[in-house]
Each structure stands twice: as structure tokens, then as C-alpha cells.
């Protein structure tokens, strides 16, 4: 903060003086300019849609059929061409990801000001791409995580690729979710816990949300340092907003029915004031996926005041409270039995209404304060101040001592009774038959939640003669409430026309509460707040199978839960954060290049509300807790002999991190650009990850370190004559991450851990975008292809552990088959070929990939734009080199080997392996048209057409499910099914808009 | 142009009522209705038919298992009850006539099945076949090993047992021969006068997740036939009701346990030779007359690890109340009592004087 203040106070001593603007792009000039004359033209390059500066555009000036003069509109997007001789000029503006524009200037003998020249993104659809274009995917209970990456960008490539490739997840260069920076107003808004993208804090706030500036790969940005995967920086300023009236209604069939917004922008008043606002309905459910709805809500407001030329103050609020039905992944036997890939477990009918079981439910208002200031032409500093609070539920069915509510369960599956080879032990054809009938004709609704049998047996369920009933079927709701404070300070410093220095800090603090509460009791008149697993195994023993030890000591019996109540677990999760950086940014002529570098501190802690029975830990005075019921200590303690606890605060895990980057430009005649960037990272775990579990006790994982990244990507670009093209390598090594799965394991009644620690990955490969004009006036030829190659290249350790259970199941064990597996040499007839000493031979190693994404993305589409304002476009993807989540548990020894103990070439060539998706190609469409109505009013709209050749086999994720089934023959295990989510088939949107 | 503004507002408008009403109707109301009961099957839902006994029911029995083909209705209530865990993805029912195991296959049963519940079961397609002595009903099964298998598929419940009205029920006292009286097995019986044998079987698996066969078991029971010091160990120094995986885990961790001092013994020399615990059944032997009743409990349930009331190893006279079963082991007859749950255990006297 100190170095902040002072960098404030101190720069404008060195800072010049004079109140013009300095242009600071490069000329490319054609013709002797006249040296006296003052004749001139000047203006801003921007992005119409938000205002944003749009640097690097060319614009070339002609007089008649010469050019006269090619610049380029520097960082700011500002550009400046003076000693122009008097007359009429025709000035063509284009930028990589724009459509090009042509303004007509008359030079009288004075610096003409033009203001703002603004561009149209060359992707109009592209505006209506959020984070609610993703289906909340309902992964919570499998380990696996669901965080899909948004690409942004005004660049040819990720124009195309961010739109085209979501509709498969797309990650771009494979990297999580977390590595993408997303800024709101400067600052960053990563989760505190998890490092996700929060999208959904303002999806449906498209308008309010508009105006973006982003940077690709390795790229710093004028707002933060960055990491690997960009930086996306959403100005949310009213008066980045479009100023006037816009309502919009969009219809799709693929996620929502119905969206209705509305946006008013004041612009910035004469007074100084600008306001806006925006709100928005998401409603109803789709074609595709029963079950899954959308009840949410969207409002923004933000008010922003100008001090004279130098200060502006600006106030912004925003939430999107309602709730949203989740989809579950089934296997492939559950799909063919029911005919659908895209069917959905979460719901049932209750008294004829669906009902879903899976409900994320949430209020999360954000406050933003933000103050700008330009004390001198060439200094902009600015502070912000970020809060976010309120609620985020997900609801799901508990249950104690009853069956397995869940319709897909396998027990109740046909595979479950019969399975053609005989080693599975399940050889009943009949009951196979009974069991397929039942789902394929879904007879007394075996396809879904049974609501009324868990209400029922609720109903019945009283407790020793009495007539109050204890639950045994209740709806939960899993909470995340985040109170998340953020401070940002960043100046810019033009010192030069050589050198700007941008840099800041910036400080977070937060304290989010994990706990369950009971959201609906579901007909019967109360829970009880104790461990069912554990009491199956300390049934001697009330005290170990508590929830809430303190309050089972204080009263004798365990608490009875209503509504409302909390229970199981309740900790808060407490991060702090603090990093400094700067940026220097060099230009000198053709050339420009930057080196920037970033320096933090992380730590974080846990701090447990309840005292858990299993891990009771110490008394206050640090003597061992004794049982009331068996007089047995209940202090239990670790392989190190720390005691193992619940409540209190856990030991500081703290990190200080630092990563540097540079980069350098060539930019040479005729539009081309040549650049390079390289970069070290050194990142800290997040709270998420560092846990073995944090549902129930402070333990950290073992061997938690910071992930060291380095990455660094060469990129060419072409840009001229409605040409646009980018090509660019890249290639990232990934060390030392950490992962904690978290699933739910049924045999165990309770979340088993899988925390794994030492991932490394390494990911290269190639990226191209081109947009080629061609002989029909606006038509273009566009394609974009993302070719990579992801890897693990480690095998990590992992330490798994169950919730309710002190036992450690694998302790900090090596995943041997993690990274890759040995494929073995077989002869024609298949059988596996040994060597000399009778040891099997090795073909390959078989690696394992980065799943999640295809790794082969292309797109190649024609796109007409006519000056009537209508555009058409049709294009066809390809996807392949997809991979399934892979779990450590099929990758250890254990699993390999089997029950004999003996890894034979069949059991790790199985057991092993990793699923690759198949290729994938769609063809979408889509035309849109908009009138002018008076020069004032503004009509449009747009269509679209997704997978119009209505494939329904594409894989978009899945997991694999973290279980073995014993052979009969008691050598080997087998596998449970994988899990996978299916792409919806034909699908449309239209969206149609009404401005003034 | 304003006349087409209008029309371009009116044709939106009508466009955001008609997709209102559809999404309306696709998000789901915040509140449900809670859902109706259950139905309660009473006779009347079967017009015309006369119920089986579950007497005649077990003498469908021929010696090899029968799968029934023809409408046989069976009513009967509910005798037993997993929810203490002492029974798993079974259940019992007996009518007047007798008592007959219902192989379920599904779990927690007691939450649908409740102690006492009349329930009517279409035996059309189930099959009778016996166990070890004891004819059940369950589903045909696949595996020779086994003459009857679980049902399992809840299609297969859903049309074949429907549940009846509840209702109440009180064990049948029997004697000292009523214990051997087939017609009892299967039944809920109160065994009155009863005092404990110190006596127990069970079986130990060196390990547990190897095959549970060979030298891997090691049998606690008395065997007359063994002329060795086998008699003087009694219970073996097991004095639960049975053992869950944690009771034998303390039993292994106890450097004073040694099975009464069975361990050194031929067939184990260490403890150390147990590689992981294990939960296990156990058969706590009680003498009425010269009649032993094994009370047969499960290393999964809660009262696993409760310890047998110390009265009752000093020699108290207790009554027992459970599912009076049977068991050939093919070495001879078995009589064994299921325990719903230790509320089946009353001690009425000491040193025998209470009946």
C-alpha cells in the first residue's frame, strides 16, 4: 500500500507536463505530408458494443485511390495524424476481430477530432454467450469438478473458438478453469477457495456486463499480472454501458425457455452523472434435459460521478438471485434403457408436479466502489473496493438407515442381476428381465425419484409410541456463504513515449461458512444430528457418533432437527491474499515489449464449528475428552501423533509466490505481427485442494507446495484488406499441483477423499483463426483450429480417508498408473508375448491425457454480412481427442492387481486405461437482421440453429465412478460403469432486441 | 413508422405471454404438496380369493425348490425387524399356521415392513426351496449353490407383496419342545426359562479377504468328539452378543485377550496371524432342559459389541423372545433364535430360581 501511495504521489513530479494527448502508435507514411499546415484528424478506435479502446487498429487514409498515410492506434486506442494537406479523405479502419469500417474525413486546416471510431465485433452471436450457456452439471457427489472456461477476446481466434467450441466445454489449451483471471472493475474475482470462474455472480447481466477487455495466454493486462491463461477484465462501470433503452427476449430449447432483460444507460450526463441499470428474468425448463429449470433473476445498478477531469467515483451493485435445477450424469445402460442420452436422475413426480432434488439456490449481491483518477494526461491511478456476500445452497437428498433413494442406483439396474461374463457374478437373467421391463416401460416410475415412498416411509416411520416420526429421507441444502472483502489500488504511468509502467496491489480477505442445513423434512417431524455410518461401526459408543459432541454432552441425547437448523458440518474456510506487480511496457517503433513481475502471500486455515464425536480433539484446558458412555478416550491422533481434530482452528497453511513474464512485438509493414511470450508462475494452493477433509477435521494434505508453472507462446498475425489471421504455438509445463475429490460413497454411506498431491502436466500445441475475404462483397471464409497435446506427465501421491472414519485407507501412497500405462506385445492370435525370463514385453507406454476437453478443436464456417444489416452464417465443427475424468483409485496397485495381489497385462491394460470420446462434427446456423426505425428506434434479431444434423452421441464430460466390483473368480476387480453427460441435440435460440 | 413500432411491440408482446405461460408451467412451484399415504391393502382388494396358510404354503416344499405358477395368495404379518441389523435383506411373516422366511433382497426393510404389518404376497412366480432345514420363499434362483434367491428387483416387490393394515403381535410360548416342533420355525416365540450355556460357535477368518475356506477359518465351538482341553474354554472369552469389525479390532489390540486361552492352539499359534479385523456372527449357546438354543447374532448389528448382561453369564434365568429358526449343519440339528433387537432378552431370576 505504501509503495502504492507513494508511486502515486511521486510519478507526477516525474510526469510531463503538457495536457495534449501524446499518440504514441506508429506511422507507415506514403506521401510528403505538409509540415505547416495544422490539418489533422484524430480520434479513439473502440469496440461499439462497450466503448473499450481497441489498440493496434489500422487505419489507412486515402485520398481518391492513393494512400496517403497507415497508422496504427496506439494502447489506448487513440490515434493522431497531423501536417495533413487540406481536402477530402477516406479513412479504412480494421482490427483483428472487428469487422473493418470506413469513415469519410474533410481536413479544412484544424485538427479534426472524430471522437470515437467504433467497431463491430465480427461475431454479433457471440454477445449472447454466458455463463448460463453451461448447464449446471451435477458432479458434487462424484469428486470430479464442473467449472467450465468461457473463452473472451477480440481477436479472430478466440472470437470464434470462445462461441463455436462451448457447446463441448471447449477449455481452451486445456488449462482449469482456474487458470483463467477474471477481473470485475480490476479486481480479480477467482473464487476465494476453489480459484473457479465465478460466472454465474452476474450471468443475465449481459448488457450491464458487456464491455470487456481480455488478453490471450501468457499476456499481462493493464489490470493484473495474469497468469497462463489470459485475463479478462469486465469494466461493469455505468458508464461503460450502452447509454438508451434496450429489451431483449431470447427463447432457446436447449437450456432455458425464456429470457427477458432490460437495460437503461444514461451515458455520461452533462453533469458529470451516468447511471444504468439492468435487469433480467431466466425461466423454465428445455427440450432436452427433464428436470433441469432455471427460476433465476438478474439485477444490476450502478451510478458513477465525474469530478471535474480528473476524479470519477462510481458505485455499482449486482446479483442474480434464484435457484436452478441441476442434471445428473447416468451410465450408458441407464441412457439405452430409457432412450436418451440426455435423461436425468435428479427429479421425480410429486402429486403430479416434477420435482427436483438437486436445486442450486442463491443470492449473492456484489458491491463494487470504484475511484478513478487522471491527475495528469499521463497518469491514471484508481482504487477499488469489492464486496460479496449472501447465500449459495445446493440442495440434495440425505438419508439414514433407508435405501438408496436415487433411481439409477445400480442396484437397481439390470446390470446389477446379470452380466455376461460370468466372473461379474451376476448371473440372474430373470430378475435382469424384470429390472429392464421396469425402466424401459418405467413402470411405477422406476426412471425417477419415488418422492412419494420417501414421504411415506417419513409418514410411518414413529418413534417408540409415540406419534412424532423421525425423518429418514430429508432434502439438504449444502451451503457456501462466501462474505468476500477485495481491495485493488493500480496506476498506469505514461512516462514516456517509450516506456509505461502499469502496477498495483491488491488484498483479499475471506471467510466463507460450509455447513448443511435441513431444507425440507419432507413429511415426517424431525432429523437427528448423528453420523449413520459411524453408528453402524460405534454403535456401542453414542458419543463417537455425533455430529455436535458439545451439544450431546450438554444435553445427553443428540439434537433433533427441524427446518432451518444446521448440521452435520459447519466450519468457516479463511483466506487471505496479498500481491503487488508491475508491468513496463516498452515501444519504439516497430517494436514493443513489456517485462512484468508479481510477488504474493496466501495463507489460509480452517476453523471448525462443531465438534465431531470420531475427532474430538482436546478440551479448551488441552486434556483428552473422555466418553460419558464407555469412559473410553475419544481423543484420537494422526500417524504423527498430532491429535486429530474438528473444531478450532487448524494449523496456517502459507505460501509466498512470485512469477515474472516479458514479452516482445515486431510489428512490420503491411499488417503483420510477429510476438512472443514467456513466463515463470508460481501459484498457491487453494483452500479447496488443501484439505484431506475439510467436512470433518483441520488435517492439511501432506506435501502442499505451490504449482510452478512456466509457459510461453509464439504467435504470428495478419491483419489488412478484411484479412485476419492468427497463428500461434504454445507450449506450458505444470508442476506440483494438488487435488482433493471429494465423492460420495455409498458402500461407506459417507464422502470418501481422495487428496492427491505432486500433479504435473505438460500442454503444447498449436492455435490458428483466419478470417479470408472473399469475391462476394461481405462474404468471408472463417476457421479456426485449436491442435494440442495434454498430458500428465507425473504420478502423483495420493491419501484417501473417509469422513466418518479415523481410518487413513491409502497413505500418501504413489498412484503408479497415473501418468501412463504399459501396453504389452501380443501375437497375432492375442496372446501376450514374453521375453527370455518369461517377463511379459512392453509395447508402449500408453499416456494418459488432460481430460475434460478435445484436444483436436477446428471450425470452418462462411459468414455474409450485407449493408442491409442482415448476416448469415453456417459453420462445421470438429472435436476430437477427448478424454474421460480419469479417478486415482483404477490407476493404483491395488486396483490393478485385484484381490490375488498379481497385475497381469489384462488387468492394467483394464483397469488402467483411459477412455477417448469419438470425434465429434456439427453444423450449426445462424442469421440475424436488424432495422433502424427513424435513426432512433432499433429492431433485431437473431437466430440460431445449433447441431443441426441433431447428433445425440456427443460426450461433452463424465467420470469414471470410484468403485471395484470383486470377480467371482477372486483374481481381478472390475470396474462400475463410467458416468457421462451428453450434448443436447437440434437446438435453437432466438433472441430478438428492441433499442432507443 | 410509429404504426410499426406498435406492431413490432404488440407482436413481442404476444410473443413473451405465449413463452411466459409454457416456462410458467416448466418452473417447478417453490412449494409441493405433501403426497397422499400409502394405500392399505385390505382383503377387499382381493375379491374372490382364498389366502393360503403358510403352513401349506412350506409343504409346497418337494424336497427340491418349487416355483410357483399359479395364483397362491399368502396373508400374514411381519415377525421380525432389521432395524437393529441383526437381519439383512430378509424379513419374516407368519399366520396362524406357521412362520416362513421372505428372501427380500432389499435393505432396511423395516422402514416399509413394519413389526406386526399384515402384508398379502402373490406367490405366483416366487418359489419355496430350502435352507439348510428351513423352507423360505424367495426368487428362483440362479445359482445351484442356493435353492431359492432374494428377490431384489423392486418390480418383482411392487407386484407380488402389498402391505396390509398394521397391527399388533405377541410371541408364542413354547417349551423346551416346542423349540425342536417344526411347525415353529420361522415364528415368533417366546423361549421362557432359558440359562446360558458358555458356550458359543462362530467362525474366525485368519484373513478376512482371503477365501473364507481351509486353514483360513478358525472355528470357536465345542466339540465333544475333540479330546482335547477344548471344553474348558467355554465362550472363548466372547461375551457379546456378537463381534462388528471395531469389537474384534479391541479383541486384537487387548494384550490380555487370548480366547480364554484357546491361542496357542493347532490351528492358530498367534493373534498376530489375524491380518484385519473382521465383523462375525456368533451363536451364544442357552440350555433349556437338555435343549440348546443358539441365539444366532450378527457381526453387523448394533448390539454386536454389547456385552450379554453379566447376570445372565452368572447363571440368571432369562427369557427369550425372537424368530425361532433352524439350522443342519450337517453334523446335526441347530436350533437358533433370532433377536429383533435385545429387547427380546429378559432376565426373570437368578441361579434359575425365576420360572
Known amino acids: ?996 | 413508422m410509429n404504426r410499426m413500432i406498435k406492431n413490432i411491440i404488440l407482436l413481442a408482446g404476444g410473443v413473451v405471454l405465449a413463452l411466459s405461460a409454457m416456462s410458467c408451467d416448466e418452473f417447478p412451484p417453490v412449494k409441493y404438496d405433501d403426497p397422499e399415504p400409502y394405500k392399505v391393502y385390505t382383503d377387499a382388494d382381493f375379491p374372490g380369493v382364498t389366502f393360503t396358510s403358510v403352513a401349506d404354503l412350506k409343504a409346497m416344499y418337494e424336497g427340491e425348490p418349487v416355483e410357483i405358477r399359479r395364483d397362491v395368495y399368502i396373508k400374514a404379518q411381519v415377525n421380525s425387524s432389521d432395524q437393529s441389523g441383526n437381519l439383512y435383506r430378509t424379513m419374516y411373516v407368519q399366520d396362524a399356521t406357521g412362520g416362513i422366511e421372505v428372501k427380500m433382497g432389499t435393505r432396511n426393510l423395516y422402514n416399509e415392513y413394519k413389526f406386526g404389518q399384515w402384508v398379502y404376497i402373490n406367490c405366483n412366480g416366487l418359489s419355496v426351496g430350502d435352507y439348510n432345514g428351513m423352507v423360505g420363499l424367495g426368487y428362483k434362483s440362479a445359482d445351484p449353490k442356493y435353492e431359492t434367491a432374494y428377490i431384489d428387483s423392486q418390480y418383482i416387490i411392487d407386484t407380488h407383496i402389498f402391505r396390509g393394515e398394521p397391527g399388533k403381535l405377541e410371541p408364542i410360548l413354547i417349551d423346551e419342545a416346542g423349540i425342536t416342533a417344526k411347525d415353529n420355525y420361522g415364528r415368533y416365540v417366546t423361549v421362557s426359562g432359558l440359562t446360558y450355556g458358555n458356550q458359543i460357535f462362530a467362525i474366525l477368518y485368519k484373513d478376512p479377504n482371503a477365501e473364507h475356506e481351509g486353514d483360513n477359518r478358525w472355528f470357536l465351538s465345542y466339540d465333544p468328539s475333540y479330546d482335547g482341553p477344548v471344553n474348558t474354554y467355554g465362550n472363548f472369552g466372547i461375551d457379546t452378543w456378537a463381534i462388528s469389525e471395531t469389537g474384534f479390532q479391541k479383541l486384537l489390540d487387548d494384550p490380555d485377550f487370548d480366547f480364554n486361552g484357546a491361542i496357542p492352539c493347532e490351528d492358530i499359534q498367534s493373534k498376530s496371524e489375524f491380518v484385519a479385523p473382521y465383523s462375525y456372527s456368533v451363536s451364544q449357546y442357552f440350555r433349556k432342559g437338555s435343549t440348546d438354543l443358539q441365539v444366532r447374532s450378527s457381526g453387523y448389528a448394533r448390539f454386536a459389541d454389547t456385552r450379554i448382561d453379566q447376570e445372565i453369564l452368572d447363571g440368571a434365568t432369562v427369557n427369550l423372545t425372537g424368530i425361532l429358526t433352524y439350522y443342519n449343519s450337517g453334523s446335526g440339528a441347530n436350533y437358533q433364535m433370532i433377536l429383533n433387537d435385545l429387547n427380546g432378552v429378559e432376565i426373570v431370576g437368578s441361579d434359575g430360581a425365576g420360572e
Open chain 1, 1 to 996: 500500500m505504501a509503495i502504492l501511495l507513494a508511486a502515486v504521489f511521486a510519478l507526477p513530479a516525474f510526469a510531463q507536463t503538457d495536457t495534449k494527448k501524446t499518440y504514441k502508435g506508429r506511422l507507415e507514411v506514403y506521401e510528403n505530408l505538409v509540415k505547416d499546415n495544422k490539418g489533422g484528424v484524430e480520434g479513439t478506435v473502440v469496440n461499439r458494443s462497450g466503448r473499450v479502446p481497441v489498440a493496434d487498429a489500422m487505419l489507412t487514409l486515402y485520398r481518391g485511390e492513393t494512400v496517403v498515410l497507415k497508422g496504427y492506434s496506439d494502447t489506448d486506442g487513440y490515434f493522431l495524424f497531423e501536417n495533413l494537406p487540406n481536402g477530402i479523405y477516406r479513412m479504412t479502419v480494421s482490427a483483428a476481430g472487428f469487422e473493418p469500417s470506413v469513415v469519410n474525413v474533410t481536413v479544412e486546416g484544424f485538427m479534426k477530432d472524430l471522437m470515437f471510431v467504433s467497431l463491430v465485433a465480427s461475431q454479433t452471436v457471440t454477445s449472447e454467450l454466458d455463463e448460463s450457456n453451461f448447464a449446471e452439471f451435477d458432479m458434487i457427489d462424484s469428486g470430479y469438478d464442473d467449472s467450465p472456461s468461457i473463452l473472451y477476446g477480440n481477436d479472430v481466434y478466440t472470437n470464434i473458438a470462445g462461441y463455436d467450441f462451448s457447446s463441448v466445454r471447449f477449455k481452451n489449451r486445456g488449462y482449469n478453469s482456474e487458470t483463467q483471471d477474471v477481473y470485475l472493475s480490476g479486481i480479480r474475482m477467482n473464487d476465494a477457495l476453489t480459484g473457479y470462474t465465478p460466472w454465474s455472480l452476474w450471468s443475465g447481466l449481459n448488457e450491464a456486463m458487456r464491455s470487456k477487455e481480455t488478453t490471450i495466454g501468457v499476456e499481462p493486462s493493464d489490470y493484473g499480472f495474469g497468469g497462463y491463461n489470459g485475463v479478462t477484465n469486465i469494466l461493469a462501470t455505468p458508464s461503460s454501458v450502452r447509454p438508451g433503452w434496450r429489451f431483449s427476449l431470447l427463447t432457446n430449447s436447449a437450456l432455458y425457455r425464456l429470457r427477458l432483460m432490460a437495460t437503461y444507460a444514461s451515458g455520461q450526463l452533462d453533469n458529470g452523472w451516468s447511471y444504468a441499470f439492468n435487469v433480467s428474468a431466466r425461466l423454465g425448463g428445455n427440450d432436452w434435459v427433464q428436470g433441469v429449470y432455471y427460476r433465476s433473476f438478474a439485477y444490476y445498478a450502478g451510478v458513477e460521478k465525474k469530478f471535474g477531469d480528473e476524479h470519477r467515483l462510481s458505485l455499482m451493485v449486482f446479483a442474480t438471485p434464484g435457484q436452478r435445477g441441476a442434471q445428473n450424469a447416468s451410465t450408458q445402460e441407464v441412457y439405452d434403457l430409457v432412450g436418451s442420452n440426455t435423461y436425468n436422475s435428479n427429479w421425480g413426480y410429486q402429486n403430479g408436479k416434477m420435482r427436483n432434488a438437486r436445486v442450486r439456490n442463491t443470492h449473492e449481491p456484489v458491491m463494487v466502489l470504484k475511484y478513478t483518477a487522471n491527475p495528469l494526461e499521463n497518469l491514471e491511478a484508481s482504487a477499488t473496493i469489492l464486496y460479496r456476500t449472501g447465500k449459495n445452497g445446493y440442495t440434495a437428498l440425505d438419508w439414514y438407515d433407508a435405501q438408496d433413494p436415487r433411481p439409477d442406483y445400480y442396484r437397481y439396474l439390470p446390470s446389477y442381476f446379470y452380466i455376461e461374463n460370468d466372473d461379474y457374478d451376476r448371473v440372474d437373467q430373470t430378475k435382469f428381465g424384470w429390472a429392464t421391463e421396469a425402466w424401459q416401460y418405467n413402470i411405477n416410475n422406476t426412471q425417477h425419484i419415488n418422492w412419494d415412498r420417501l414421504y411415506n416411509i417419513n409418514y410411518n416411520n414413529f418413534v417408540n409410541g409415540t406419534d412424532r416420526t423421525r425423518s429418514k429421507y430429508i432434502q439438504e441444502e449444502r451451503r457456501t456463504d462466501q462474505n468476500d472483502l477485495n481491495f485493488n489500488a493500480s496506476v498506469k504511468w505514461r512516462a514516456s513515449s517509450l516506456f509505461t509502467l502499469t502496477g498495483g496491489v491488491d488484498y483479499k480477505w475471506n471467510r466463507t461458512e460450509y455447513y448443511k442445513r435441513v431444507n425440507d423434512l419432507l413429511g415426517g417431524d424431525y432429523y437427528l444430528n448423528i453420523d449413520q455410518f459411524a453408528e453402524r461401526d460405534f454403535a456401542s459408543d453414542a458419543a463417537k457418533i455425533q455430529n455436535d459432541l458439545d451439544y450431546y454432552l450438554a444435553n445427553g441425547a443428540a439434537q433433533e432437527l427441524v427446518k432451518g437448523d444446521k448440521y452435520s458440518y459447519d466450519y468457516y474456510a479463511n483466506v487471505r491474499r496479498a500481491n503487488i506487480w508491475a508491468n513496463g511496457n516498452f515501444s519504439a517503433g516497430a517494436f514493443k515489449g513489456y517485462v512484468a513481475a508479481e510477488a504474493g502471500y496466501t495463507k489460509f486455515w480452517r476453523d471448525g464449528l462443531l465438534r465431531k464425536g470420531l475427532f474430538a480433539g482436546l478440551n479448551d484446558d488441552g486434556t483428552e475428552i473422555v466418553s460419558p458412555v464407555t469412559n473410553e478416550v475419544l481423543t484420537s491422533y494422526d500417524s504423527n501423533g498430532d491429535v486429530i481434530t474438528s473444531k478450532g482452528r487448524s494449523k496456517v497453511a502459507d505460501f509466498f509466490t512470485w512469477s515474472v513474464k516479458g514479452g516482445a512485438s515486431w510489428f512490420f509493414t503491411g499488417g503483420h505481427r510477429v510476438y512472443a511470450n514467456v513466463g515463470y508462475f508460481n501459484d498457491a494452493p487453494t483452500f479447496s485442494q488443501a484439505f484431506v477433509s475439510p467436512r470433518t477435521r483441520n488435517t492439511l494434505i501432506p506435501n502442499l507446495t505451490t504449482t510452478k508453472t512456466f509457459s510461453a507462446d509464439v504467435n504470428y498475425t495478419y491483419s489488412n484488406n478484411g484479412y485476419d489471421i492468427r497463428v500461434t504455438g504454445f507450449y506450458t509445463k505444470i508442476n506440483d499441483q494438488t487435488d482433493v475429490m471429494s465423492f460420495y460413497d455409498d458402500s461407506q454411506n459417507s464422502f470418501t477423499n481422495f487428496a492427491m498431491s505432486g500433479i504435473d502436466q505438460r500442454h503444447m500445441g498449436v492455435e490458428l483463426g483466419f478470417k479470408v475475404p472473399l469475391p462476394l462483397d461481405g462474404l468471408s471464409l472463417q476457421g479456426v483450429l485449436s491442435w494440442g497435446e495434454y498430458v500428465y506427465t507425473s504420478n502423483p501421491r495420493m491419501t484417501q480417508t473417509v469422513d466418518n472414519s479415523a481410518e487413513v485407507v491409502f497413505d500418501n501412497a504413489i498412484v503408479p498408473y497415473w501418468m501412463s500405462h504399459p501396453v504389452y506385445a501380443k501375437d497375432i492370435d492375442g496372446v501376450y508375448l514374453t521375453d527370455d525370463e518369461g517377463n511379459y514385453i512392453v509395447d508402449k507406454n500408453q499416456k494418459h491425457y488432460v481430460p475434460s476437453t478435445p484436444q483436436l478443436a477446428a471450425s470452418l464456417g462462411f459468414n455474409y454480412r450485407l449493408p442491409t444489416y442482415w448476416f448469415f452464417e453456417l459453420n462445421a465443427n470438429y472435436f476430437d481427442k477427448a478424454y474421460l475424468d480419469m479417478n486415482p483409485l483404477y490407476r493404483t496397485d491395488l486396483a490393478v492387481q485385484g484381490m490375488d495381489g498379481n497385475a497381469s497385462p489384462v488387468e492394467i491394460e483394464y483397469m488402467a486405461a483411459q477412455e477417448k470420446f469419438d470425434p465429434v462434427f456439427l453444423l450449426n446456423a445462424s442469421v440475424g437482421k436488424s432495422w433502424y426505425i427513424d435513426r432512433k428506434y432499433n429492431f433485431g434479431f437473431s437466430l440460431e440453429i445449433k447441431n443441426i444434423l441433431n447428433n445425440r452421441n456427443v460426450k461433452t464430460g463424465g467420470y469414471e465412478q470410484t468403485r471395484l466390483i470383486d470377480s467371482a473368480s477372486g483374481e481381478r476387480y472390475y470396474r462400475f460403469d463410467p458416468k457421462y453427460f451428453y450434448m443436447s441435440g437440434i437446438n435453437y435460440m432466438l433472441n430478438l432486441y428492441f433499442r432507443f
